[in-house]
T-cell receptor
Framework: AQTVTQSQPEMSVQEAETVTLSCTYDTSESDYYLFWYKQPPSRQMILVIRQEAYKQQNATENRFSVNFQKAAKSFSLKISDSQLGDAAMYFCAYRNNAGNMLTFGGGTRLMVKP | NAGVMQNPRHLVRRRGQEARLRCSPMKGHSHVYWYRQLPEEGLKFMVYLQKENIIDESGMPKERFSAEFPKEGPSILRIQQVVRGDSAAYFC????WGIGADTQYFGPGTRLTVL
């Protein structure tokens, strides 16, 4: 079974600075998808960024980018120019190509200091 | 295009009562997923449905829980004879294809409190 591990329960960053959230996963599959979701206090799950495992190029979405290391099974999220609105729980998730369910990590709470 | 809709947003039940949670997928999406989030934890998969079919219910508790996605109307997650341990946030997600290059979009969740 696939597992997703987020080793940082909490992270803190100064406004306008850069922060990196870690995620590792375990799988025997070669074709899969990785996601980062944001959950603000409203508890709505918001898709931040997606990475296809067959793509070597790291995905980017504005201030959000990933460092995807397939051999190391690592998928970290970098947030540049952090804003107060980035404060939230961040969840890393995995799905294999033929599957349907998302497997989530335990989450990292990000605090942004003004 | 309206997002995934869930209602109610908050539901309070006493032990032994039934809870019904509803989910309307995004327009054009025919695949629905239910997840449960216990306090301070990540989401856990429960069940995956297409119209009139349960495709994968490997995450569903064997008793008291059931789900459906009828031809017409929303998907329903039903919990019979609720217990305090059922208190959690229940999220519904929907997607277009169900496999491959597919993204699940989540609703706002239903927070169930069992007294």
């Amino acid at each position: 079974a696939q597992t997703v591990t987020q080793s940082q329960p909490e992270m803190s960053v100064q406004e306008a600075e850069t922060v990196t959230l870690s995620c590792t996963y375990d799988t025997s599959e070669s074709d899969y998808y990785l996601f980062w979701y944001k959950q603000p206090p409203s508890r709505q799950m918001i898709l931040v960024i997606r990475q296809e495992a067959y793509k070597q190029q790291n995905a980017t979405e504005n201030r959000f980018s990933v460092n995807f290391q397939k051999a190391a099974k690592s998928f970290s999220l970098k947030i540049s120019d952090s804003q107060l609105g980035d404060a939230a729980m961040y969840f890393c998730a995995y799905r294999n190509n033929a599957g349907n369910m998302l497997t989530f990590g335990g989450g990292t709470r990000l605090m942004v200091k003004p | 295009n309206a997002g995934v809709m869930q209602n109610p947003r908050h539901l309070v039940r006493r032990r032994g009562q039934e809870a019904r949670l509803r989910c309307s997928p995004m327009k054009g999406h025919s695949h629905v997923y239910w997840y449960r989030q216990l306090p301070e934890e990540g989401l856990k998969f429960m069940v995956y449905l297409q119209k009139e079919n349960i495709i994968d219910e490997s995450g569903m508790p064997k008793e008291r829980f059931s789900a459906e996605f009828p031809k017409e109307g929303p998907s329903i997650l039903r919990i019979q004879q609720v217990v305090r341990g059922d208190s959690a946030a229940y999220f519904c997600a929907s997607s277009i294809w169900g496999i491959g290059a597919d993204t699940q979009y989540f609703g706002p969740g239903t927070r169930l409190t069992v007294l």
